[in-house]
């Protein structure tokens, strides 16, 4: 069997994995409890009522770098905090793998930034990460305050690692934090993700 055909035969088997991990938008969004980078634990069932963003995070990569060297991600994060949003990053890279942190360097780097978070939550088995079928960093679901999801995909339409698209790009994540806040259904509730794939455990 040619490696090519194998290389096929595996991505046909993975993807549909992928698929059904994923949780379906207006169902409920799977509950979680996980550690916050200053050593607490948050889970979703606290956050009842609120409306959530889960932001899929690597510091080194560049789809990643594009939305918080612009200040595009910290933008959002500060407008959406405004209007009493959640707003929580999620670490899945496993120890050893590009974006791997402790929690004392993900607030530094949130610090440096100038990152509006919430909470930053350290998955490095990857366990919340596979819960919720996250792909790429960045990655973002929308949690209504009745614990449904609301929407899940790419932070906007342009998939490239340049400042430039930022601008000319239609942004699903506002657009769906809109529809949410007006009581709506979100408009394009499921968009695909751009960016690195997540750094899992093997």
């Known amino acids: 069997m040619s490696l090519l ?3 096929l035969i595996a991505a046909t088997l993975v993807t549909p994995l992928l ?3 994923a949780p379906a938008v207006d169902a409920p969004a799977p509950a979680f409890s996980a550690t916050t980078a200053d050593g607490k634990t948050l889970s979703l069932a606290e956050l009842k009522g609120k409306t959530v963003v889960l932001e899929w995070t690597n510091h080194d990569c560049p789809y990643v770098r594009k939305h918080y060297e612009s200040g595009n991600m910290q933008a959002q994060q500060k407008a959406a905090a405004a209007q009493g949003v959640v707003w929580v990053q999620v670490i899945s890279s496993a120890p050893g793998q ?6 004392a360097t993900a607030l530094k780097l949130n610090a440096d930034r100038g990152a ?3 909470a930053t939550l350290l998955d490095p088995k990857g366990e919340l990460g596979r819960l919720y079928g996250a792909q790429t960093t960045p990655h973002l679901f929308v949690i209504r305050p009745d614990g449904q999801l609301a929407y899940k995909g790419g932070i906007d339409s342009i998939a490239s690692a340049s400042k430039d698209d930022i601008a000319k790009a239609e942004p699903y994540l506002k657009l769906a934090l809109a529809d949410v806040a007006a009581g709506r259904k979100v408009e394009k509730a499921s ?3 751009y960016g690195c794939s997540v750094k899992y455990a093997s």
Do not use: E, L, M
């Not at 590009?98 to 929690?103: L, M």
């Open 98 to 103: 590009q974006g791997f942190v402790d929690g």
């Open 116 to 118: 509006a978070a919430s």
């Open 5 to 7: 055909r194998r290389t």
């Open 19 to 21: 698929a059904s991990a």
């Open 191 to 193: 968009t695909r993700p």
